[in-house]
T-cell receptor, first 109, second 116 residues
Framework: KNEVEQSPQNLTAQEGEFITINCSYS?????LHWLQQHPGGGIVSLFM???GKKKHGRLIATINIQEKHSSLHITASHPRDSAVYIC???????????FGTGTRLQVFP | EAGVVQSPRYKIIEKKQPVAFWCNPI?????LYWYLQNLGQGPELLIR????????DSQLPKDRFSAERLKGVDSTLKIQPAELGDSAVYLC??????????????FGEGSRLTVL
């Protein structure tokens, strides 16, 4: 079992739909990252959080430390949101970043 | 301000040849990472630097891979000799530090290596 698991692996949506991507982890962490990677492109950091909720535009990230779970929400999804979304947990003890395998999102017009 | 700059973007070599990748992190970023990413998978850490010190190189295949970060700024990653299985994207990332207020990651565009 991976220390960081994401679901779903693949997600398709119609433009305008509300999207949720989930990330669960099994280790103690000091922070969790949400990253975005477009096909053939570099990786962009979306959020880094350790508690509560953060919002940036149409993106919202939440984390529940007790449940070891984080979610990334996209409101009013758009085709340009099509990308791979990756969560990465910073292990509190080792300072290692543990990456999930990513969620591939496709938003159709 | 320029982001993390990597070169070359693409490299095609024959097996057993050497190859080197270069990374210029964001100015002032103390932490520098080299990652390997295979198609459809998440990044895998090769080495992490804090300034010029390699603080985590446990996943670096030291028989053929080497890295350096002289003066704690630019870094190079070298493979010698390259093997077919080394074909991947090599990503460089930097951050001010690790912890919450400094740990936001900035990635370069990556160097795509193809070994024939």
């Amino acid at each position: 079992k991976n220390e960081v698991e994401q679901s779903p692996q693949n997600l398709t949506a119609q433009e305008g739909e509300f999207i949720t991507i989930n990330c669960s982890y099994s280790v103690g962490i000091s922070a969790l990252h949400w990253l975005q990677q477009h096909p053939g492109g570099g990786i962009v950091s979306l959020f880094m959080l350790s508690s509560g909720k953060k919002k940036h535009g149409r993106l919202i990230a939440t984390i529940n430390i007790q449940e070891k779970h984080s979610s990334l929400h996209i409101t009013a999804s758009h085709p340009r949101d099509s990308a791979v979304y990756i969560c990465a947990a910073l292990n509190y003890n080792t300072d290692k970043l543990i990456f999930g395998t990513g969620t591939r999102l496709q938003v159709f017009p | 301000e320029a982001g993390v700059v990597q070169s070359p973007r693409y490299k095609i070599i024959e097996k057993k040849q050497p190859v080197a990748f270069w990374c210029n992190p964001i100015s002032g970023h103390n932490t520098l990472y080299w990652y390997l990413q295979n198609l459809g998978q998440g990044p895998e850490l090769l080495i992490r630097y804090e300034n010029e010190e390699a603080v985590d190189d446990s996943q670096l295949p030291k028989d053929r891979f080497s890295a350096e970060r002289l003066k704690g700024v630019d870094s190079t990653l070298k493979i010698q000799p390259a093997e077919l299985g080394d074909s991947a994207v090599y990503l460089c990332a930097s951050s001010l530090g690790l912890r919450l207020n400094a740990g936001e990651l900035f990635f370069g565009e990556g160097s795509r290596l193809t070994v024939l």
